[in-house]
């Protein structure tokens, strides 16, 4: 199979490049983390994070043939070749399929990702409903990978000042939590024209996300929340 | 080098180091956590099914049966002791992870939804109990997650991808810290602190089928091994019964608590035969075991009958959606089947480590010294699957790791705060304290003829040739003279690449050297024991032998030496659950 | 980087958005119909169908609401790109000196030819 990889070594000197590779690999049943890791066994400075490779951990986040896909849930066989694989955009490179990080996880620490409740704590477990707790369905699953932020134009113009999708999606797993008490202080945090507002709904996130979340839709609610606390 | 200094520095980004962490974050001393991954990469995140802890939200229980279910699943080789504590504990511990706001499913009267799972009993081995608490089966994400989270909250520092080489100690024995690299630069940096712990998890990446995290690659039982103290019980690895065939992801056992059944190729579900009261839900060794012999004997399903279905469509779309969302998604991503139309194939795959660096049951690691066959390392902890307290003993039973983690993270986090206490003045570093490091650091920058990758490969298909499901002097023999082999091959190998950013492949040789260390003590360990107990079993001793093995075996690398020392029988307070004989 | 929390605003102009772009979807399919029905030949004609008060309110309205509706979308595309605060701020007063000129502008061409 045909490959295309984005290349960078910071040690090198040499500019970022794509590299062609040729695989001997049979695509039936396998991943495009397989390839990469077989081609890594053959050069091994080719540089990717990978860890779980059952995709919950959300190591292994790439740009693939365009779209932001995790290499271990990606089968090898759905893709066109070349199969162009490039390291997540809007990030900075450290190297080859790496990307630096911290600004996504800036966002996300930005949008206290803990629960809030100061009340007297009880000796056994704070009750909630399993229609209250099915509102977390959609929001809790998210494993930081990034794919929805780095899909998302938004992030790209403005990665230090919005939220985006992943950060947002997280705003509104605590907001829906019952048991958190801290709704008010959790969306004067994100009212803001750059932290909340460069959403323009433009759905990429949606499209990306390897788990099936809907951060679009998340976001309308937090907005919908804004509103009502408004008028 | 560079130097930093803390309080506390807990090596490991799982849910043992990070529950320990937040105990003492929450305090006035600084606490580092260092992982190799950022923290919510780790293997906890994979965890599916649950958390076991006898809260009696569905049905009768008590934390008494949950011990007594304990010991036996785990072959009365567990220490009553840490399994008391652990089980009394239990509770507390899960409400506690409820307050930090772990989703956890509901009963329809909000309590948190506990499920059945394999070996649970009512009234000390009778009817099946529901005991597992579980957010879907996606506990272990969610556990991880709230952990971390309250981490952050709590202003943990934490060093994302650095790569602890070894334990920093002095002459009378203090651990002061590990020395470590970040892996982003290649820098090496010594990382000081009065009290150290360990949660750096399992090793299950040293078989070649495994449902383990590729990170899983036993590097503090290598740092250990190193600083020249001993590995307990190494000869115990757990296979889960239900990886997906060929592929190894999990298959909670979950899905057998919901209902779900195994069947061989004639549609039979042979599980009846083998644990005719528990069936499906006996302990994880039982239902291993009989997969393996079902595909022995040519009952297995598919072309080369080398797997086994299990069979949940008939628990209906509503559940598996509410239930088992991540398993469908898994079965159909990887087995090409929706599990709610057909069953999925599994077969057995390397999950877990029950031994591990010996403790007590807070987390002190412990090892023969001076003054007993059980002397505190002082300020060095462990905790999780990396540590050996012993609470699985021969087996564990689902449900019990996650348990692990909290219970004894939090312990060790507490105890550790009283050895701050104790101790506080930090020790000074002998000069020459990372010298072995920065030695075995170089070493790779030197060209060789043999590849890592290779050697890797070869160790894990010699692991699960050699010391699979079933075992044999000879087997095991014959794999450790393949294993001195490739030894002498890991000295002869180079990297292509030594350059210092993000440069996997060193980190891939340093794991390596690592997994070696644990595949020595899993070998020279599975030799000495000649019973079958729990998961270890020995096709030519086919049965238990507790008036010569009911001890821990005690691996060390000087010499490949094998001490034992006995099983506490004794509980804390209540009275000692005689071995008796195990059937399900 | 200080850590970020909400300015609180933004609402108020997004809500701004949603509400134009109602008023938009209901009066420029109107207004349309209005012209095009009775599409004149000449020009007394033309004049004819601004004649009736409600024509002309309707009329400002909508393009009130559309220059709100730009300012709005400008500035978002502003917010997005112009990251030099001082070539930003300019940018909006040109915007916004044009827009309103041009709703200005309107009003005294409708009721400035009665």
């Known amino acids: 199979m045909k490959f295309r990889l984005y290349r960078y070594s910071p040690e090198s000197g040499e500019k970022p490049h794509m590299q062609d590779v040729e695989l001997d690999i049979d695509p039936v049943g396998k991943m495009l983390l397989d390839a990469l890791l077989a081609i890594k066994a053959q050069d091994e400075t080719l540089s990717l994070r990978r860890s779980c490779r059952e995709g919950v951990c959300g190591s292994d986040a790439v740009n693939v043939n365009g779209k932001n896909r995790l290499a271990c849930i990606t089968p090898l066989g759905e893709l066109k070749e070349p199969i162009e694989v490039r390291p997540l955009p809007g990030l900075p490179v450290i190297r080859d399929l790496i990307v630096d990080m911290e600004p996504f996880y800036r966002q996300y620490r930005s949008i206290k990702p803990w629960l809030i409740n100061d009340g007297p704590e009880p000796e056994v477990e704070r009750l909630q409903s399993p229609e209250d707790r099915a509102l977390l369905d959609g929001a809790y699953e998210c494993i930081l990978c990034a794919c929805c932020t780095t899909a998302c134009p938004s992030f790209w113009w403005n990665p230090d000042k919005f939220v985006g999708p992943a950060g947002l999606l997280q705003a509104y797993r605590f907001i829906a939590d019952s048991r958190d008490e801290a709704t008010s202080a959790r969306l004067d945090n994100v009212e803001d024209p750059y932290r909340l507002y460069r959403c323009h709904g433009i759905m990429n996130c949606v499209d990306a996300c390897p788990k099936g979340l809907n951060p679009t839709e998340a976001i309308g609610r937090i907005k919908s929340l804004l509103v009502k606390r408004r008028v | ?584 | 980087m200080k850590p970020a929390t909400g300015a609180h605003a933004g609402t108020g102009i997004w809500l701004v958005q949603r509400a134009t772009a109602v008023v938009l979807a209901v009066a420029l399919p109107g207004l349309m119909a209005h012209f095009l029905l009775a599409l004149p030949v000449d020009f007394s004609g033309w004049q004819g169908l601004f004649a009736p008060l409600w024509v002309r309110v309707l009329l400002l309205l909508t393009a009130l609401a559309l220059a709100l509706h730009a300012w709005v979308g400008v500035r978002d595309i502003f917010m997005d790109y112009i990251h030099f605060t001082g070539l930003r701020l300019a940018l909006y007063l040109a915007v916004i000196v044009t827009l309103a000129g041009s709703v200005v502008w309107l009003a005294a061409v409708l009721w400035g030819s009665a």
């Not at chain 2, 009512?122 to 099946?128: A, N, S, T, Y």
């Not at chain 2, 299990?310 to 929706?338: S, Y």
């Not at chain 2, 997994?515 to 019973?531: W, Y």
Request: hydrophobic content about 40%; aromatic content about 8%.
């Open chain 2, 1 to 584: 080098m560079n130097t930093r200094r803390f309080d506390a520095l807990i090596v490991g980004g799982g849910g043992a180091g990070l529950r320990a962490a937040l105990q003492l974050a929450r305090s006035d001393y600084k606490v580092a956590v260092v992982s190799k991954v950022f923290p919510t990469r780790s293997h906890t995140v994979s965890a599916q099914g649950g958390i076991t802890a006898a809260l009696a939200n569905v049905d009768d229980d008590r934390w008494e049966w949950h011990m007594y279910d304990t010991v036996k699943g785990g072959d009365w080789l567990g220490d009553q002791d840490a399994i008391e504590f652990m089980c009394r504990e239990a509770a507390s511990a899960v409400y506690e992870l409820e307050h930090m706001g772990l989703p956890f499913s509901r009963l329809d009267n909000g309590k948190i939804y506990q499920r059945p799972f394999g070996g649970q009993s009512k009234h000390f081995g009778g009817d099946q109990a529901t005991r597992t608490c579980a957010a879907a089966d996606r506990t272990g994400h969610a556990l991880l997650h709230t952990l971390y989270q309250q981490n952050i909250q709590h202003r943990t520092q934490f060093f994302d991808e650095y790569f602890a080489l070894d334990l920093l100690r002095d002459a009378d024995g203090y651990c002061l810290g590990v020395t470590a690299m970040s892996i982003e630069t290649g820098e090496p940096l010594l990382i000081e602190a009065r009290t150290t712990l360990l949660a750096t998890g399992g090793a299950g990446r040293v078989f070649w089928n495994s449902s383990n995290a590729m990170i899983n690659t036993g590097d503090g039982l290598g740092m250990v091994l190193r600083a020249g103290l001993p590995l307990q019980d190494m000869e115990f690895w757990q296979f889960h019964p239900t990886g997906i065939a060929g592929v190894g992801c999990l298959i909670t056992e979950g899905v057998r608590g919901e209902g779900g059944y195994l069947l061989n190729k004639h549609g039979e579900r042979f599980m009846e035969r083998y644990a005719p009261h528990a069936k499906d839900l006996a302990g994880r060794d039982v239902v291993a075991r009989a997969i393996a012999i079902e595909i022995a004997e040519g009952r297995g399903c598919g072309p080369r009958g080398d797997y086994v279905d299990i069979k949940l469509d008939h628990l209906g779309e509503k559940t598996i959606a509410e239930k088992l969302p991540g398993i469908r998604d898994l079965a159909i991503r990887f087995a090409g089947v929706d599990p709610a139309e057909k069953p999925i194939p599994v077969a057995p795959t390397a999950h877990y480590m029950m031994g591990g660096i010996p403790t007590n049951l807070y987390g002190q690691v412990v090892a023969p010294a001076r003054f007993g066959p059980e002397e505190p390392v002082p300020g060095l902890y462990a905790v999780g699957e990396c540590a050996c307290v012993s609470v699985h003993g021969a087996n564990r039973l689902g449900g019990n790791s996650l348990l692990d983690l909290i219970v004894f993270g939090r312990a060790a986090g507490k105890h550790m705060l009283e050895y701050l206490r104790d101790n506080p003045y930090p020790r000074s570093l002998p000069g020459n304290a990372a010298e072995a490091s920065l030695a075995r650091l170089q070493r790779w920058d030197q060209a060789g003829s043999e590849r890592v990758a290779a050697i890797s490969d070869d160790l894990r298909r010699l692991m699960q040739t050699h010391a699979g499901v079933f075992r044999t002097d000879a087997v095991l023999r014959e794999g450790l003279e393949k294993l001195n082999e490739l030894e002498g091959r890991l000295a002869h190998a180079g990297l292509q690449d030594t350059s210092r950013v993000f440069n996997t492949a060193r980190i891939e040789a340093l794991e390596l050297e690592n997994l070696m260390g644990v595949a020595r003590a899993t070998l020279v360990s599975a030799i000495s024991r000649t019973e079958s107990r729990g998961a270890h079993t020995r096709e030519d001793f086919p049965a238990r032998d507790d008036e010569h093995w009911l001890k821990h075996t005690l691996y060390s690398r000087a010499g490949d030496q094998v001490d034992a020392k006995p099983v506490r029988l004794k509980p804390l307070t209540v009275e000692s659950i005689r071995p008796k004989e195990r059937v399900y």
